[in-house]
């Protein structure tokens, strides 16, 4: 039935014995299962990433007015400049590690790679308040360069243990899941900083607390994480078997077998087309999304008169709703794949459409909005950032799709470049808009966002892939008979 509804062969009988037992298997996997507790600690972990990532920007404005907040604890004499240095600082490093986290991630594990990346992080988060005691801004600032460099293997990390744990059919559910965390460990910074601040603990325990949640989370995944299944002592011989059939003909040189891991093949990776294209949709989401959440607040106190930024509530409003909208939009995916209504291929052109050009739309709307409709435009910010969560199921989940053998370093490549993008789109604001008071200069800036919004995910539409590409099994174990027949399903 499966093979059938997803245009495979009804010629072979022992593809069909295969994918109904497969379907047997995965009807009886409704519970939960250690995987669900796995994509539960990575959705702690990145809820931990996230949280570290953003405390400096919500702790600086205590630490250089500490009036604002409790005046009993240091304050910094530290110009805008310095500021924007100290924010951006992050990213330097970030970029750099990308790409080696996917290809050690693969070679000792995703469980070692983000365990170190984020142990050392939460350990450096506890102690920033006395780095900037001791060594000012520069020595902040080596530090969030080297917190970068640490959070650069979460991504390829994740992307990595997610092709090991997470059945075909329950991909992009999961992935979500996961990934979620991305919002939800802004959300709870952006509304307790502030009340952390004025605390009799002052800005320091912003930093505190956000590397002891970490630690903790360290020692939790120490004991009950693991890269793979084989890896897991917990997990049930059944549950084991029922990811092992389901990944039958996607993965046949995995974490598991690490001496015969064939080289990573780089040049097959860069020229091919689906993989080409994912970098390009990518890198075109970052530089719409980050235009958004780092030019709209300033868009929004300049041209609409109401700074977001001044209130807990309204700053964390639009990660509240991409985070609540990408479990809804998971919804919607799970029940189209369990009715195989659309195929694994349609269904993330779908999503990433539904994230990426909705947007498109509301966005420009956005930069019509008059100045008396300053209620209506936080209604399509929030919109348009919810809708964004629809791309969690969209190319987020393709590297996967694409390889599931080399779905970390797939990720670690292309989110290197979309970084690259999130730093240049802030620049380029600052090139076009000499004068924030100026709307139609703001227009421009959300033309261009749209732009990419637009070519990124057409060309995703019209190039993109879900199935399994030839380079992810090496020449040598490859099951050209097979294979084909199992990307079918999916």
Not at 5 to 10: D, K, R, V
Not at 324 to 344: G, P
Request: charged share 15%; net charge neutral; glycine share 8%.
């Amino acid at each position: 039935m499966k093979l059938l509804c997803c245009g495979g062969s009804n010629n072979n009988s022992m593809d069909l014995k295969d994918s109904k037992k497969e379907d047997e298997a995965e009807g009886k996997s409704s519970g939960l299962g250690v995987r669900h507790f796995q994509v539960f600690l990575l959705f702690c972990a990145l809820t931990v990433a996230y949280a570290q990532r953003v405390n400096l920007s919500v702790a600086v404005v205590a630490m250089i007015d500490s009036a604002s907040a409790n005046p009993d604890f240091p304050e910094y004499n530290w110009s805008d400049k310095i500021k924007s240095l100290l924010l951006s600082s992050f990213f330097w490093g970030y970029v750099v590690t990308q790409v080696p986290a996917g290809q050690l991630a693969r070679k000792f594990g995703g469980k070692v790679m983000i365990l170190s990346g984020l142990t050392i992080c939460s350990v450096l988060n506890i102690l920033t308040p006395l780095c900037a005691k001791l060594g000012g801004w520069q020595l902040v600032c080596a530090l969030r360069v080297v917190e970068g460099l640490c959070q650069g293997v979460v991504f390829p990390s994740t992307h990595t243990i997610l092709s090991q744990w997470a059945p075909p059919k329950e991909r992009a559910t999961l992935g979500t899941c996961a990934y979620a965390g991305n919002q939800f460990g802004t959300i709870i910074m952006l509304a307790t900083s502030g009340l952390l601040a004025a605390s009799s603990a002052g800005w320091p325990s912003i930093f505190y607390i956000s590397g002891g949640v970490g630690c903790v989370w360290s020692v939790v995944y120490f004991l009950w994480g693991a890269s793979s299944p084989s890896e897991c002592k917990s997990i049930t011989s059944e549950e084991r078997k029922l990811i092992e059939l389901a990944q039958a003909g996607e993965v046949t040189a995995g974490q598991d077998q690490p001496k015969e891991q064939p080289p990573t093949p780089w040049l097959s990776m860069f020229t091919s087309p689906a993989f080409l294209v994912l970098i390009v949709a990518h890198s075109t989401h970052n530089w719409g999304f980050w235009t958004l959440l780092t030019e709209i607040p300033s868009y929004m106190k300049n041209i609409l008169g109401k700074d977001i930024k001044s209130n807990a509530l309204l700053s964390s409003l639009p990660y509240v709703c991409m985070f609540c909208m990408s479990f809804v939009f998971s919804a919607i995916s799970a029940q189209l794949n369990n009715r195989n209504c659309i195929s694994t291929g349609t269904s993330r052109k779908l999503f990433n459409t539904i994230g990426t050009w909705i947007p498109m739309v509301t966005l420009i709307g956005l930069g019509y909005t008059a100045a008396d409709q300053a209620t209506l435009a936080v209604v399509l910010l929030c919109f348009t950032v919810g809708t964004n969560g629809a791309t969690y199921l969209g190319f987020n989940m393709n590297h996967i799709d694409l390889s599931p053998n080399y779905a970390g370093i797939l990720m670690g490549i292309t989110n290197c470049v979309a970084n690259i993008m999130s730093i240049i789109a802030p620049l380029v604001v600052g090139v076009i808009v000499t004068d924030e008071k100026d709307p139609d200069l703001w227009r421009i800036v959300f033309f261009i966002a749209a732009g990419f919004y637009l070519v990124g995910n057409g060309l995703f539409v019209l190039f993109g892939k879900a199935e399994v590409q030839p380079w992810n099994d090496p020449p040598s174990k490859s099951k050209a008979d097979a294979t084909p027949q199992v990307e079918s399903q999916h």
